[in-house]
Structure formats: C-alpha cells, structure tokens
C-alpha cells in the first residue's frame, strides 16, 4: 500500500519558518513528481509548488516564489517544502502528494496523497 506521510507543520508567527516533510517508501518515489498542496478553510485546493522525479525541475505558486523552496532526498525517500517569511495567508492543511508530471502541467494532481499537515501563522 502506497503511503505518503508529511510532517513538521505547527504554528509559527508571521515572517517565521517551518519546513515540511514528506517520507513514502517504494516505487512510489522512485518513479513520480511530487507536489506540495494547500487548501485553506473555504478555499479550493491550490498547486504550491512541484519537483521533477529527477530533482531538477522545480515550479511554484506565484504568492511563494522567492519563499518557499521545495527539495527532494532520493537517498531518503523524503520531499522537503521550506518555508520562509510566512504570512497569514499561507494558513492551511498542505497535502503531499505523488504522480506524473504531466498531471501537474495540466493542472492535476497525482494519484498519490498524504493525510495533511496542519500549518498556521498567526499575526
């Protein structure tokens, strides 16, 4: 069973740092793009930012440019999201999640999710 777990959201003033985490194990890794989601309260699910299976190309939401920064640890299994000089408009539950790239330049995502990391900012 394909299993995508994310950690390290929490709550963090504004202009803080928190970096998510995103472990799975197997061929799941190995062989998809992965892709950072958000969704806050009342709002449809956005794109953040996704990663190239090979770590080499990397595209972002245009509101986290220049403060996010999304990696990939192929020894590890383990994708990253680095986030910087947070707002309170980056509050929501971001979601992991695994598939092909072309689902992301097509504006869907993979078939592969994780079960949501809280992150909040407060002012």
């Known amino acids: 069973q394909v299993q995508l777990v994310e950690s390290g959201g929490g709550l963090v003033g504004v202009g803080g740092s928190l970096t998510l985490s995103c472990s799975t194990s197997?061929?799941?890794?190995?062989?998809?793009?992965m892709a950072w989601y958000r969704q806050a309260p009342g709002k449809q699910r956005e794109l953040v930012a996704v990663?190239?299976?090979?770590?080499?190309?990397?595209k972002y939401t245009d509101s986290v440019k220049g403060r996010f920064t999304i990696s990939r640890d192929n020894a590890e299994l383990t994708m990253y999201l680095q986030m910087n000089s947070l707002k309170v408009e980056d509050t929501a539950v971001y979601y992991c999640?695994?598939?092909?790239?072309?689902?992301?330049?097509?504006?869907?995502?993979?078939?592969?999710w994780g079960q949501g990391t809280q992150v909040t900012v407060s002012s």
């Open positions: 999640n695994a598939g092909p790239w072309d689902n992301y330049v097509r504006d869907r995502p993979g078939d592969y």
């Open positions: 197997g061929s799941i890794y190995a062989y998809n793009s």
């Open positions: 990663i190239s299976s090979g770590g080499i190309t990397k």
